[in-house]
């Protein structure tokens, strides 16, 4: 079973740090484009970083670029975020995705709709 599992939400201070983890299971991991999105209730869910784990490349949305770093872990097929200096707007839950077919040829684009597998999210929220 194909299977992408979240972790490391949780609540802290503006100018605070939280590390999410996502696990992959049931699929190959070589060559994939693996995601984090974050949501907000009304509003669309938005992209916030991503890394092709075939060659480490990674894309960052401006709004985080400088703060969030993606990382992969290619024994634990293993993706991370490592979130610093978090504002009260990063607050939102957070989900991993991963665009396996396209990742498997090299895509690795911003487009939602291209990420064919979900994890169940994990919160973040901030406070000031």
């Known amino acids: 079973r194909v299977q992408l599992v979240e972790s490391g939400g949780g609540s802290v201070q503006a100018g605070g740090s939280l590390k999410l983890s996502c696990a992959a299971s049931g699929y190959t991991y070589s060559r994939n484009c693996m995601g984090w999105f974050r949501q907000v209730p009304g509003k669309e869910r938005e992209g916030v970083a991503r890394?092709?784990?075939?060659?480490?490349?990674?894309y960052y949305a401006d709004s985080v670029r400088g703060r969030f770093i993606i990382s992969r872990d290619s024994i634990k097929n293993t993706v991370y975020l490592q979130m610093n200096s978090l504002k009260p707007e990063d607050t939102a839950m957070y989900y991993c995705?991963?665009?396996?077919?396209?990742?498997?040829?090299?895509?690795?684009?911003?487009?939602?709709?291209?990420?064919?597998?979900w994890g169940q999210g994990t919160q973040v929220t901030v406070s000031s």
């Open positions: 995705a991963a665009d396996r077919s396209g990742g498997s040829w090299g895509r690795c684009g911003p487009v939602k709709e291209l990420f064919d597998t």
């Open positions: 890394i092709y784990t075939g060659d480490g490349s990674t």
